[in-house]
């Protein structure tokens, strides 16, 4: 059963338009959401994370957003750059029960077309 | 800062053959992961080490992966013997501590089964 879901396996956006990515879950329990990027050949890279008691969390061109009566997220970048091109992994942090691991999701591939 | 590095990069092998994975984590990270992501999937945790003790190992198949850390530096993940399945990239990722949330990772290595 697949706690973190991204059911969009790939997106195409224009340069300089906004790219939205979205992830669902399914424990409430989940503390962190974290979005990674991956370029191939290469090992994720942390892009930026959101506490679960918050709704809103903005780094530069990148903003996550949380929803959770909707166990919701979006990743929105503004604007969409062709460095951008990569595959992003949805992720949650659970530390409860001391367990303290992050759960993937199966990534969204963006590309960003000049 | 020197990033978490691994080796080798690439490695193919036949069905029943073993294989070993080396790890180096960032200076100063007490907690290391192992992590297995299939073609198509997001990351999936084999096993997690702080220090050189393992704090979880619930998801490693222990009949034929086997994991250490000796000195709590380094690690190394080994498959003995390889079947078709275990074909993936192996990714290790550090962090200051097991409960942060925040994971670095290293290039992975690309394993082919044959």
């Known amino acids: 059963d697949q706690q973190v879901k991204q059911n969009s396996p790939s997106l195409s956006v224009q340069e300089g338009r906004i790219s939205i990515l979205n992830c669902d879950y399914t424990?409430?329990?989940?503390?962190?959401f974290l979005w990674y990027k991956k370029y191939p050949a290469e090992g994720p890279t942390f892009l930026i994370s959101?506490?679960?008691?918050?709704d809103k969390n903005e780094d530069g061109r990148f903003t996550v957003f949380l929803n959770k009566s909707a166990k919701h997220l979006s990743l929105h970048i503004v604007p969409s750059q062709p460095g951008d091109s990569a595959v992003y992994f949805c992720?949650?942090?659970?530390?409860?029960?001391?367990?303290?691991?992050?759960?993937f999701g199966k990534g969204t591939k963006l590309s960003v077309i000049p | 800062e020197a990033g978490v590095a691994q080796s080798p990069r690439y490695k193919i092998i036949e069905k029943r053959q073993s294989v070993a994975f080396w790890c180096n984590p960032i200076?100063?990270?007490?907690?290391l992961y192992w992590y297995q992501q299939i073609l198509g999937q997001g990351p999936k945790l084999l096993i997690q080490?702080?220090?050189?003790?393992?704090?979880?190992d619930s998801q490693l198949p222990k009949d034929r992966f086997s994991a250490e850390r000796l000195k709590g530096v380094d690690s190394t993940l080994k498959i003995q013997p390889a079947k078709l399945e275990d074909s993936a990239v192996y990714l290790c990722?550090?962090?200051?501590?097991?409960?942060?949330?925040?994971?670095?990772f290293g290039p992975g290595t690309r394993l082919t089964v044959t």
């Open positions: 959101i506490s679960s008691i918050k």
């Open positions: 992720a949650a942090w659970d530390s409860g029960a001391g367990s303290y691991q992050l759960t």
């Open positions: 200076s100063g990270h007490a907690t």
């Open positions: 080490f702080q220090n050189n003790g393992v704090v979880d």
């Open positions: 424990n409430s329990m989940f503390d962190y």
């Open positions: 990722a550090s962090s200051l501590v097991f409960s942060i949330h925040e994971q670095y």
